[in-house]
């Protein structure tokens, strides 16, 4: 069974909102909109299409979705490593007010979301993937149905914002080795590795 991938874009600080342009998600009044684009150079890019290689249905939350459909007609390269994918793959959107998806291969999911990962899991070829949606983020991490964290803290600090926040179980990880950026985003991949130990360091008898 292929678990679930979570690409999370975010600051050292802990925000992952807006990573994509000034108006992505303008909520609280966050004015630091954009912040992934300086380090988007070749590299960058091609880490980002190793992780859609593995690919095989999209999980979205109702506003990443909006975002994704309100770019979509502006792409014009269908061939090209991330439109293809997010274009002729399943995406199944998690909302309990949506009524219809007007993209092709778009599917609301309104019910029991951790199911539906499982099922996702046993049934699609590759892997099921979350790039956004916080919400279900915290929800799935949650309940134990988040697989995989390749990572991307980019070199800013905005000081306001939403951050990863909610109750959850404590993760401990398993680190690849992290790899360093020309531009200052730190790339890591990290599988959660069960529950967490605890130690102290105290001095020597």
């Known amino acids: 069974m292929a678990g679930l991938t979570l690409t999370p874009y975010v600051t050292p600080d802990g925000v992952p909102q807006a990573p994509g342009g000034p108006k992505e998600d303008t909520r609280g009044g966050f ?9 988007a150079d070749d590299d960058f890019g091609a880490f980002v ?7 095989g249905a999209f999980l979205l939350g109702r506003r990443t979705y909006g975002i994704f459909a309100g770019a979509w ?8 490593p991330v439109a293809s994918r997010l274009g002729n793959l399943p995406r199944y959107v998690v909302s309990t007010t949506l009524r219809r998806a007007d ?15 499982a099922r996702l899991g046993r049934e699609t070829d590759g892997e099921p993937q979350i790039h956004g949606s916080g919400a279900r983020t915290r929800s799935l ?12 803290v980019h070199p800013l600090v905005p000081g306001s914002g939403m951050r990863f926040r909610g109750r959850r179980p404590a993760h401990p990880f398993r680190a690849r080795r992290p790899v360093g950026h020309a531009r200052g985003c730190g790339i890591h991949t990290y599988r959660i ?9 105290e001095p020597a008898a």
Do not use: M
């Not at 299409?49 to 690919?55: I, K, M, S």
């Not at 590795?193 to 360091?201: K, L, N």
């Open 31 to 39: 004015e630091h909109g954009g912040w992934s684009d300086p380090c």
């Open 49 to 55: 299409t190793g992780v859609l290689d593995r690919v």
């Open 73 to 80: 007609p502006k792409v014009t390269d269908e061939d090209g």
């Open 103 to 117: 993209r092709h291969n778009a599917t609301i999911v309104s019910g029991n979301v951790a199911e539906e990962v």
């Open 141 to 152: 991490t949650a309940h134990d149905r988040v697989d995989q964290f390749p990572l991307l």
């Open 193 to 201: 590795a069960g529950r967490p130990e605890y130690g102290a360091f």
